[in-house]
Structure formats: structure tokens, C-alpha cells
């Protein structure tokens, strides 16, 4: 098999990333440059200036990948870059900057779906670890700021084949992660504060209904309906309807002000600003918010036969699911792997892994193509 070093770019939100991954299965660098301080005064991204940072940020971000893998614009093999899905502005700045750099090294450009990327980021990891044997069909629950979708992948010729057989019909879970924090006072990205938060508080104070799906989403073609489907922004209703019956309101806009004058608040500065039915509060959320991911994806895992559970995702940072995930798999003696938190989240490590099998299959991006904002796996 012929050895590699992919250089990986990804700017499909709010992070512009590039790394050197050797052979799909080696990291020689990592380099994320986050705009949390751009977009957190707004509470989300704001796809605009998503697209002014990434213009910034890419030269020096590529430059550091190349100098801290040892590498250089010369020696890469192949460079691999998101297509989509992704904010369309921000999937350009990559995919414009990707096509100069393969049309003037005249080295070959691969293009990557950020989602096989993120089940890449986990295959990555245990190769790195060592003789890693993946057991199809593998289940892969991809949970992140704009997705929380379930494929069922198998082996193919070149690379892996996907299914779809489960997604969110309203809001992601790291986008309900996201509105709740916002909700709260919590400033953004709300996964990081709540998971911390949630340490502090009762789970079972407040009670959510779990979701469920009983009927087929109306207006979509049967062809399009999947099995396993997610719906998350009735609870982030539930605790706007909450904050209201309990009148919290007053409390949370004074939290806003005290912590929209910290620059990087600390646990303490948040504790400092949360009474314990805050605490209760967040508790409950992700409580509901991860037992409904771990039941929903077992159900699946069980009903498809999967001999392996992939946990992906910015979402997949979350300890409470990770803890869940880990002892309800062993229940059913089912072997679940997530990536290290730094490659949970976005990053280019596995836009380059995941080019690999492209690279050896000879799969190399047409001149013409461009940014897809809807991107399917
Ligand atoms: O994969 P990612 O970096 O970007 C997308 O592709 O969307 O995921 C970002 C999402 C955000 O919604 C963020 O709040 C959430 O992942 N997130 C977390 C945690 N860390 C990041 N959610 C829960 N717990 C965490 N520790
Ligand atoms: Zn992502």
C-alpha cells in the first residue's frame, strides 16, 4: 500500500483548521484556530464573519500545519479539503485556497464530507494505537453542532459505504446545546459550560419528556424518512417554558451582563453567577439530552446487528455521554470508540484521514467543483 502525507483543510463553521496526517492513520500535526471570540457576543455564528476569520486565519494556520509536521508545500502528497456540509461562504475560503495550492504544487486535490470526516477523526485514533480491526457494519452516531445523524457503514472496495438510517428532524443536539446556554445566560458554545455545569447540579430535578417519533415527518418523501430519527427542539422549548414558570428571567439577564464582562470566564466566574436551580437546570437537560442519544442509538445498533459503535462529533466531547455511552455499550457487549475530545470537535486531522482511501483509489476532485452547503453522506 502506498505511504502518504495528506495535507487536510477545513473551514466548514467556525473553526479554520489544517493538519498532516501520514497514511490515514499517523497525526504528524493539528492546527485549529477557533473564532469563539469573534461570534461569542452574538450567542452562534455568524456565517459572515465565519468567512472573514477563515481569510485570516488560513495562510498561517497551513504554514504552522506544514512547519509542525516536519513537511512542507514541496513534500505533501495530496492535499484534501471539506466540501461540505458547512456554511457556504466558509467552505469556500478553503475549497478557493485548496484548488491555488494543488493547481500550483500541481499535486492532487480530494474533496472530503465533513461527516465522514468525523467518523475518520475515530478510525485515525485507533489506528495510531495500533492493529485495529474494524467489525462490520459499523454504527456511527455523527453528533455536532448541525447534526445528529446515525450511518450504518460496511467495507468496500475503496473506503466505506454509508447508510443514513437515523437523523434530527428539528435541531441538532449541539444546536440545542447551543440555544440553551444562550437561553440561560450562558454565553456560546453551550456544550463545553453546560457539560461542565451539569457536574454541579441534580439530573433529576427537573423533569423532560423524552422525545419521541411515532409519525413520519410530513412533506418528506418515504424514500427519505429514516428509522431512527431525533427531534430536539421541543426540550429546548421545555426550558424556555421552565425559566418562565419558575421567573427566572431576572436572574439569567443579570448572569449575562456579569459574564459578558469576562473575557474567558472560569468555572468559578460561572458557578459564581448560577444558584442551584440553574445547576438543577442544566443537570436535567443533558441528563434527557443523553439518555435519548444513548437509547435511540442502542435501539438501532441492536436492531441492525452492528458489531461496532462509532461516537463522533463536537458533541461527542460531552462527558456524561461518553460515561453513558461507555457503560451501556458494555452492557451489550457492544465495543464503542470515540475520538480524543480535540478531534471530537472540528478539525483537519480528519479531513486528511478520511482523503486517504481517495487518495489510494485514485478519487481526485474535477477543476470545477465547489461548495456544497447541503452535503450528503
Ligand atoms: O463538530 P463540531 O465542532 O462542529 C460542527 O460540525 O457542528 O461541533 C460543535 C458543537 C457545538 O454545538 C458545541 O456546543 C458542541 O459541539 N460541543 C459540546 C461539547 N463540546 C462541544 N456539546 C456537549 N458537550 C461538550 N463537552
Ligand atoms: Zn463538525
Known amino acids: 500500500m502506498s505511504e502518504a502525507s495528506i495535507l487536510g483543510i477545513e473551514t466548514s463553521c467556525d473553526e479554520t483548521a489544517a493538519a498532516v496526517v501520514r497514511s490515514g492513520e499517523r497525526l504528524l500535526s493539528n492546527v485549529v484556530s477557533s473564532q469563539i471570540a469573534t461570534h461569542q457576543p452574538y450567542g452562534g455564528v455568524v456565517p459572515e464573519l465565519a468567512s472573514r476569520e477563515h481569510i485570516r486565519a488560513i495562510v498561517p494556520v497551513v504554514r504552522q500545519a506544514l512547519?509542525?509536521?516536519?513537511?512542507?508545500?514541496?513534500?505533501?502528497?495530496?492535499?484534501?479539503?471539506?466540501q461540505g456540509p458547512g456554511l457556504a461562504g466558509a467552505l469556500?475560503?478553503?475549497?478557493?485556497?485548496?484548488?491555488?495550492l494543488a493547481y500550483a504544487l500541481n499535486k492532487p486535490l480530494i474533496t472530503v464530507n465533513h461527516l465522514e470526516g468525523h467518523i475518520h477523526a475515530v478510525l485515525l485514533e485507533e489506528k495510531q494505537r495500533g492493529d485495529f480491526h474494524v467489525q462490520f457494519p459499523v454504527l456511527a452516531l455523527v453528533v455536532s453542532g448541525g447534526h445528529t445523524h446515525l450511518f450504518l457503514a460496511r467495507e468496500q472496495e475503496q473506503g466505506w459505504?454509508?447508510?443514513n438510517i437515523g437523523r434530527t428532524r428539528d435541531d441538532a443536539a449541539g444546536e440545542a446545546y447551543d440555544k440553551v446556554a444562550k437561553l440561560l445566560g450562558l454565553g456560546y458554545p453551550g456544550g463545553p459550560v453546560i457539560d461542565t455545569l451539569a457536574k454541579h447540579g441534580n439530573p433529576r430535578a427537573v423533569k423532560f419528556g423524552l422525545t419521541q417519533i411515532k409519525h413520519p415527518n410530513r412533506g418528506t418523501a418515504k424514500a427519505e424518512q429514516t428509522a431512527y430519527d431525533f427531534s430536539f427542539s421541543g426540550i429546548k422549548t421545555a426550558v424556555l417554558r421552565y425559566v418562565q414558570l419558575e421567573d427566572m428571567s431576572a436572574a439569567i439577564k443579570r448572569r449575562r451582563e456579569a459574564l459578558a464582562g469576562i473575557a474567558k470566564p472560569t468555572l468559578q466566574d460561572w458557578l459564581a453567577h448560577c444558584d442551584q436551580k440553574t445547576l438543577d437546570l442544566v443537570a436535567s437537560f443533558q441528563r434527557t439530552v443523553v439518555e435519548d442519544l444513548v437509547s435511540k442509538t442502542l435501539t438501532a445498533a441492536r436492531e441492525c446487528d452492528?458489531?461496532?459503535?462509532?461516537?463522533?462529533?463536537?458533541v461527542a466531547a460531552?462527558?456524561?455521554?461518553?460515561?453513558?455511552?461507555?457503560?451501556?455499550?458494555?452492557?451489550?457487549?457492544?465495543?464503542?470508540?470515540?475520538?480524543?475530545?480535540?478531534?471530537?470537535?472540528d478539525n483537519a486531522a480528519m479531513i486528511a484521514a478520511a482523503a486517504y482511501p481517495k487518495f489510494l483509489a485514485g478519487d481526485f476532485a474535477p477543476a470545477e467543483f465547489s461548495a456544497e452547503a447541503s452535503l450528503a453522506l
Do not use: C, H, M, W
Not at 452492528?306 to 463536537?314: D, Y
Open 67 to 82: 512547519a509542525e509536521a516536519g513537511e512542507s508545500y514541496d513534500s505533501v502528497d495530496a492535499i484534501a479539503v471539506t
Open 306 to 314: 452492528a458489531r461496532t459503535l462509532f461516537v463522533t462529533g463536537g
Open 92 to 100: 469556500l475560503v478553503g475549497i478557493s485556497y485548496a484548488k491555488a
Open 161 to 163: 459505504q454509508y447508510k
Open 318 to 345: 460531552n462527558s456524561a455521554l461518553r460515561q453513558a455511552f461507555e457503560d451501556e455499550g458494555a452492557k451489550e457487549g457492544l465495543p464503542v470508540y470515540f475520538p480524543s475530545r480535540r478531534l471530537s470537535t
